[in-house]
T-cell receptor
Framework: ETGVTQTPRHLVMGMTNKKSLKCEQH?????MYWYKQSAKKPLELMFV???????ENNSVPSRFSPECPNSSHLFLHLHTLQPEDSALYLC??????????????FGPGTRLTVT | DAKTTQPTSMDCAEGRAANLPCNHS???????VYWYRQIHSQGPQYIIH???NNETNEMASLIITEDRKSSTLILPHATLRDTAVYYC??????????FGTGTSLTVIP
């Protein structure tokens, strides 16, 4: 247990569905992240939130919409996804990264399959 | 941030030391070296980090060469549970992590 939980752990959805992934951290951190890991590819950073403000969006398609209502919760809203979006989606948290050297704590991930 | 080069895969006998190398020849003076590992289908786990000096914690040791162009992660007594992909990352404070493809370590009974 890393103190970062993700639900659901597995999700199968059709291309016309709308679903949301949830992440919660119990570590008192103030930065949260979404990563995507496709089969046999490196982790790709998608979004970064610092003190609930989005500070990074690495050219992610608009069909992925993040939401950070407070420093403990992070959502990824999914809409009209493509089969190539099937991947492991990982959430992470850390202390504020600005000017600091820190480790990120990762959740177990959500295995998403788009049919 | 500087990029890293790691062997694609390695084997290690159970109970022996696992030495995982990493080249980071373009590292700059203010970039730290981080190591993470990822056990199959789980989230990555932080192991250790360092700047210039060698570091040791309860999980591993990190040896950084004097010119800082390479480093070695040492797992002193590898167990089957250490089978994972190990990522060597260099970064400046506040910047993003680039995980690369890592080294797939298999610990053999």
């Amino acid at each position: 247990e890393t103190g970062v939980t993700q639900t659901p752990r597995h999700l199968v959805m059709g291309m016309t569905n709308k679903k949301s992934l949830k992440c919660e951290q119990h570590l008192g951190h103030n930065a949260m992240y979404w990563y995507k890991q496709s089969a046999k590819k490196p982790l790709e950073l998608m979004f970064v939130y610092n003190f609930k403000e989005q500070t990074e969006n690495n050219s992610v398609p608009s069909r992925f919409s993040p939401e950070c209502p407070n420093s403990s919760h992070l959502f990824l809203h999914l809409h009209t996804l493509q089969p190539e979006d099937s991947a492991l989606y990982l959430c992470a948290s850390s202390q504020n990264p600005s000017g600091g050297f820190y480790e990120q704590y990762f959740g177990p991930g959500t295995r998403l399959t788009v049919t | 941030d500087a990029k890293t080069t790691q062997p694609t895969s390695m084997d290690c006998a159970e109970g022996r030391a696992a030495n995982l190398p990493c080249n980071h020849s373009t590292i700059s003076g203010n970039e730290y070296v981080y190591w993470y590992r990822q056990i199959h289908s789980q989230g990555p786990q932080y192991i250790i980090h360092g700047l210039k000096n060698n570091e040791t914690n309860e999980m591993a040791s990190l040896i950084i060469t004097e010119d800082r162009k390479s480093s070695t992660l040492i797992l002193p007594h590898a167990t089957l549970r250490d089978t994972a992909v190990y990522y060597c990352i260099v970064r400046v404070a506040g910047n993003q992590f680039y995980f690369g493809t890592g080294t797939s370590l298999t610990v053999i009974p």
